[in-house]
C-alpha cells in the first residue's frame, strides 16, 4: 500500500522539492543554529536554562530550540501545521533527537540526572474544533515520537479551557492578554505528579513548535507549576 501511496503522491522536500524524502539532508543542513537565551530575559543564557536571577515560582526553568524559524526549516513547520503534511513530525524529531545525541544538550543532562524524580512530555494543546479541523495537533505528535525516543512519559495534560485568536496576528502584550486563564491541568497529570507515586511525574518537557514571544508557553508552565509540576523545560523545533 506504502509503495502504491509513494507512486501516486511521492514524497518532495518542501524546502527545494527533491524527491523522495518531505525534507531532503541539504535543506536539514541549512537549519541555523543560534545560541541558546534564556525565557524570561531572552538573554543569552548557558544550555538555554533561565538565569538565577530571571527566576520565577511559577515561571519557566529552560528554554531549547534546534533551530531559527526561516527558509526551508520554516517552511517545513508551516506544512506541518497547515499543509498537513504528518510525516514531517517523525523527520524533525529525529533530526532533534539526533542533535541531541551528538551535542548532548544541557537539558538532556538534566533528564539523565533526574529519572529517579519523573520526566513526562506535555504537549501544548489546540482547542477542541481547532484540532478537529486540522485533524491532529502538531505539539501532539512531535511530542509523543521524542517520548518514544528518549524513553519518558506522555501525557496530554493540558487542555484549553476557551478560544483564543490565532497569537500570530497579535503582538507581545495583546499575546499575554488573549492567552491569559486559557488552560487547564486535567486529573491525569495530577495523578502522575502526586508526591505519593513511585516515581511522580513532577520534571516536564512542554513541547510546541515555535517560540515567538513566549506568551502561550508561559501561560502553560504557570498552570502545570500550580498543579505541582517542580521543574518545566520547554523543547520547540524552532524561535
Known amino acids: 500500500m506504502n509503495f502504491i501511496l509513494d507512486i501516486l503522491f511521492p514524497k518532495k522536500c518542501v524546502g527545494c522539492g527533491k524527491l523522495g524524502t518531505f525534507f531532503c539532508k541539504i535543506c536539514i543542513s541549512g537549519i541555523l543554529q543560534k545560541n541558546l537565551i534564556c525565557p524570561k530575559c531572552k538573554r543569552l543564557a548557558i544550555g538555554g536554562k533561565t538565569h538565577p536571577i530571571c527566576r520565577r515560582k511559577y515561571g519557566l526553568d529552560g528554554l531549547w530550540s534546534l533551530g531559527i524559524y526561516q527558509g526551508s526549516f520554516q517552511e517545513a513547520i508551516k506544512q506541518l501545521k497547515y499543509g498537513k503534511v504528518k510525516g514531517l513530525a517523525v523527520t524533525l524529531a529525529d533530526i532533534t533527537i539526533e542533535y541531541w545525541a551528538k551535542f548532548q544538550p544541557f537539558v538532556l543532562d538534566q533528564i539523565k540526572k533526574s529519572r529517579g524524580v519523573g520526566w513526562v512530555v506535555i504537549p501544548v494543546p489546540l482547542f477542541w474544533w481547532r484540532a478537529n479541523k486540522r485533524g491532529f495537533n502538531q505539539a501532539s505528535l512531535i511530542g509523543q515520537i521524542l517520548s518514544n525516543r528518549l524513553g519518558l512519559d506522555y501525557c496530554d ?27 487547564a491541568v486535567l486529573k491525569a497529570y495530577t495523578q502522575l505528579s502526586q508526591k505519593g ?4 511525574k513532577q520534571y516536564v518537557l512542554l513541547i510546541d513548535d515555535v517560540w515567538t514571544t513566549g506568551s502561550t508557553l508561559r501561560e502553560c508552565c504557570y498552570v502545570l507549576k500550580k498543579a ?3 521543574k518545566v523545560w520547554v523543547i520547540t523545533l524552532a524561535r
Do not use: D, S, Y
Not at 484549553?160 to 492567552?179: F, Y
Not at 507515586?197 to 511522580?200: F, G, I, K
Open 228 to 230: 505541582g509540576a517542580k
Open 157 to 183: 495534560a493540558l487542555k484549553r479551557t476557551r478560544h483564543t485568536k490565532p497569537q500570530v496576528k497579535l503582538k507581545g502584550k495583546e499575546r499575554c492578554q488573549n492567552i491569559r486563564g486559557a488552560f
Open 197 to 200: 507515586c513511585v516515581n511522580p
